[in-house]
């Protein structure tokens, strides 16, 4: 029926089996049956629901009855998307019984903690103490002179002192010579004294390498990706409509108004049965009062950078409670 209702195409195709017998029921006749009263003289059901919201009371309901067409109602299956952008619905809707959501598309984001830098410490005031302290010791490179000796307290100490042996020297190679004769009588060896290796300075020392049938094999670098992937769009709720609640009121623009922008949402069904009121309608049929109600009770939803920074803090917020708890509990 929402073809019916909107002049559209038919979203699906039937197909008989076998011999049928079909009972066709054209717009207006659909009209007449669903969307009028039980008499020539009542009202519709739907109309007289929708007149007892906040933004319709002062608005000419007379209008309604002489063009049915543009206040329609209709019962939206739970999880079907009632409006995929709100900027380009053509209709009001009014919740009459169930429940509805309004949520926005946002951009994936990844999660992160920020560090708080430490306080400075030369601005911090620590408390004066009442007992006098040293003060700090600072090196000024400045040594103490050796006190000198009279020569009675020299001759005390040499005689208060033991006396020290001193070890004779060896005779090195250096000292004697070597003789054959000498050391037929006397076979002595003394150890060797080797001076060291010199080196020119553009020798350098070979560095034992490991040959390359003994290396280990090197392992496999997992390849890179070049384009890091991106986190997945997301979808948050933003709002909810119960009975007698209008989604669409922010989008509507008098021809007197200031041109505020839009924020792209999306409504959702939970299982509702809504009340669809065209806007150019109600926007033309509208008078000071309406217009005034809907100026001072209507607020904009925010822009995207604001729904997306929330989004931000929200996640920043759940990864810091996580990290906190497995901190708390693995001590």
Not at 2 to 20: D, F, I, K, N
Not at 114 to 127: E, F, R
Not at 262 to 271: H, N, Q, Y
């Amino acid at each position: 029926e929402l073809a019916l209702l909107h002049h559209s195409r038919r979203t699906a195709t039937v197909t008989s089996q076998g011999e049928v017998q079909l009972l066709t029921v054209g717009r207006a006749d659909f009209f007449d049956i669903f969307m009028s009263g039980a008499g020539p003289d009542e009202i519709p059901e739907h109309i007289k629901f929708i007149s007892t919201c906040d933004f319709m009371k002062d608005w000419p309901l007379e209008q309604l009855l002489e063009h049915p067409e543009h206040c329609l109602l209709h019962f939206f299956k739970r999880n079907v998307v009632i409006v995929r952008d709100s900027t380009s619905s053509e209709w009001l809707y009014v919740v009459k019984s169930g429940y509805c959501q309004v949520l926005k598309q946002l951009k994936g984001v990844t999660p992160k903690i920020g560090w708080k830098a430490k306080p400075n410490q030369s601005n911090v005031d620590l408390p004066t103490l009442d007992t006098p302290l040293p003060g700090p010791k600072v090196d000024t490179w400045r040594r103490k002179r050796r006190k000198v000796k009279s020569a009675g307290e020299k001759r005390d100490n040499e005689e208060n002192e033991e006396p020290v042996t001193v070890p004779q020297a060896i005779p090195g190679p250096s000292t004697k010579k070597f003789s054959k004769a000498e050391y037929s009588r006397n076979p002595v060896t003394q150890k060797a004294h080797l001076s060291p290796l010199k080196m020119s300075k553009n020798e350098t020392k070979k560095k034992y390498e490991v040959p390359e049938r003994c290396r280990p094999p090197k392992p496999k670098e997992a390849p890179k990706d070049p384009t890091p992937s991106k986190p997945p769009p997301v979808f948050v709720q933003v709002g909810g409509l119960n009975p007698k609640e209008v989604f669409g009121l922010e989008t509507i623009q008098f021809e007197d108004s200031v041109e505020n922008p839009k924020t792209v949402v999306t409504l959702v069904s939970r299982g509702a049965e809504c009340i669809m009121l065209n806007k150019e309608f109600f926007a033309k049929h509208a008078n000071e009062k309406v217009k005034k109600l809907i100026r001072h009770q209507v607020r904009p939803y925010p822009d995207e950078d604001t729904f997306q920074n929330n989004l931000q803090i929200k996640e920043d917020w759940e990864l810091y409670k996580r990290n906190l708890i497995v901190d708390l509990t693995s001590h």
